[in-house]
């Protein structure tokens, strides 16, 4: 009798963990790929300056995780993970970025303290963490979205099985975990990975305000349902058709922050 109350309270702790676990697995799976596949595409002289700037979180890919975590106590970054626009705005590069700051803007500043001979160690070290966390968010299309509803946030939305969710969740994590939870997390990966193989043949910008623009633009397109909030319930089939999209945006986030790191780090001027 007492080895089958252990067995509960085992399974209980184990179930409680796994939820607050989950949690916090929104887009961390989407940032974590983004700088661990960048990793692997760095020059050596790249390498070599990552290395030491992320070996606090554990790895390059961990370290993109922090800025995140980081909002709470540094309440002043908060808007730097995301660039609105309103619906008549659809042109990125005539956005203008609020008092508070916004993703393009952070991601500009945090380059330049990369860049800089005279910013410390940890100056660095944060600004190579934002940096990764940046790309990430500005290749999620809804953290190019409508200041209205906080990007998404209060556009809510029904999943298949009647859990209510929102547009802004939706691309966060839960579209990879649908796909994920299909395929498997490997097989998910595994696709990542071959779409980044295919990418790097293409010409890729190196400038942010073009991502931000891609994003943009699929947030407005019609099968994503967010102009208009004329989605209501989020549909295996729409985590179906959009999954290929968010392996798009996850492959080529990994290539254009693999790119802008080996310039900042190849051609030391
Ligand atoms: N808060 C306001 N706008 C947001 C966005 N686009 N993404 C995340 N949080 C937000
Ligand atoms: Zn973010
Ligand atoms: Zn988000």
Redesign the pocket.
């Given at each position: 009798q007492r080895r089958t109350f252990t067995m509960i309270k085992n399974s209980l702790l184990a179930l409680v963990l796994m939820i607050s676990f989950n949690a916090n697995a929104w887009?961390d799976t989407g940032h974590e790929m983004v700088c661990s596949e960048a990793y692997n595409l760095l020059s050596p002289a790249a390498k070599k300056a990552v290395d030491p700037l992320s070996e606090a979180e554990g790895s390059f890919g961990r370290s993109c995780l922090w800025a995140d975590w980081v909002k709470r106590e540094r309440k002043d970054t908060r808007d730097w993970?995301y660039i609105n626009l309103s619906d008549d705005q659809q042109d990125v590069s005539e956005a203008r970025c609020p008092e508070n700051g916004c993703l393009i803007q952070a991601f500009h500043d945090q380059v330049k303290v990369l860049k800089n001979s005279q910013t410390s160690f940890l100056q660095k070290q944060e600004a190579l963490w934002f940096i990764g966390h940046f790309v990430g968010?500005i290749h999620?299309p809804?953290?190019v979205g409508y200041p209205e509803d906080l990007g998404g946030n209060r556009h809510q939305l029904e999943l298949a099985d009647g859990t209510k969710t929102n547009m802004?969740k939706v691309w966060?994590g839960q579209i990879i975990e649908y796909v994920e939870s299909k395929i498997g997390k490997k097989n998910f990966h595994l696709e990542v990975k071959n779409k980044i193989k295919i990418f790097l043949d293409l010409e890729h910008s190196p400038e942010i305000e073009n991502w931000a623009q891609e994003s943009r633009d699929i947030a407005m397109s019609d099968s994503v349902g967010y102009r208009g909030m004329l989605l209501k319930v989020a549909s295996n089939e729409y985590m179906e058709i959009h999954g290929p999209i968010v392996q798009d945006r996850i492959a080529l986030g990994a290539i254009r922050l693999s790119n802008t790191l080996n310039s900042i780090f190849d051609n030391k001027d």
């Open positions: 887009w993970h968010d999620q809804m953290h802004h966060d």
